[in-house]
């Protein structure tokens, strides 16, 4: 167990619905990275915050946005979803940003968009 | 081109046999960090070693240890004496310090231990 928790761990939907996924890091973590895992496009990054502020983005689709609580969970917030959203969507912590940074990753979301 | 190479789609091991799987990275950024991740089929994400790019020595945890080939910009991860339980895909990642610490991922390496 890493200590990060993700809810719900799955969600089957319609395409155009709307869906929030949650994390909660590791207590003490100031660090919540979001990363989408799909069969073609693999694991990749798409947001990246620390201590209430967005840090980086990658990939992330302008239809999906993110935001990080003051208490430090934070939430991917997936609109008018499209049959290629389907994937393992990963929440992961870490202490801070640089040097060695071992980020703890959640058990994942699996979201099924029908 | 892709920043992080792990060319084995799959791989064969017998138990108590060592195993190498390899990864090779792409990066212009002098500081870096690479990391091995393990993902059995139940989806979670494990932490399994860690090497840094100023490290001097190869980095290893218990039956995990990482030959480290700086000037190949190559990172393979060797499991000793395998076990039933490490049957999972195996990621490497590198995090580059111009990257905000965030993580590229391989595509993986499917690993599976034979009795």
Redesign the interface.
Known sequence: D?GVTQTPKHLITATGQRVTLRCSPRSGDL?V?W?QQSLDQ????LI?YYNGEE??K?NILERFSAQQFPDLHSELNLSSLELGDSA?Y?C?S?L???G?????????T?LTVL | AQKITQTQPGMFVQEKEAVTLDCTYDTSDPSYGLFWYKQPSSGEMIFLIYQGSYDQQNATEGRYSLNFQKARKSANLVISASQLGDSAMYFCAMRETRGYSTLTFGKGTMLLVSP
């Open positions: 890493s660090s990275y990363y693999g694991l990749q990054f990246h840090r980086a990658g393992l990963f992961a870490s801070q940003t640089g060695y940074n071992e980020q703890f990753f959640g058990p994942g699996r």
